[in-house]
């Protein structure tokens, strides 16, 4: 299982992301996304991308996915999300912190699933 922290200048733009994980990266997202706060990921931001995050974000989710972080992380290369979106590996220390905090944070709205439609039909 891996976490995916999606970072988007706007709400649609997080939406479309999330679309972009199951339908083209093929990643089975477990559970409801979760809305965390920017000041809270702005840590594991940096030292993921090794560099100052953008000013101009203003949404980011948190997303745990079926697949391991390697598979994500390959599967996401593939694509091009309309966000930035940081696969955040057992690797590093903001995993299990992030990972604890997940089931309290508020459930980002407007995301549905086509995978669970689908599969009710």
Do not use: C, W
Not at 13 to 18: E, M, Q, R, V, Y
């Amino acid at each position: 299982m891996a976490l995916l922290l999606i970072r988007a200048m706007n709400k649609k733009k997080a939406l479309n992301a999330l679309a972009d994980m199951e339908r083209h990266a093929k990643l089975t997202i477990v559970g409801k996304p979760k809305r965390i706060d920017i000041s809270k990921i702005a840590d594991v931001t940096k030292r993921v991308i090794k560099q100052n995050p953008r000013d101009d974000i203003k949404v980011a989710v948190l997303v745990k996915v079926e697949e391991n972080t390697t598979t994500s992380i390959m599967n996401i290369r593939k694509t091009h999300p309309p966000a930035h979106v940081i696969v955040v590996s057992e690797e590093y220390p903001e995993y299990e912190q992030l990972d604890n905090e997940f089931d309290s944070l508020p459930v980002f709205q407007g995301y549905y699933s086509l995978k669970s439609q689908n599969r009710n039909k």
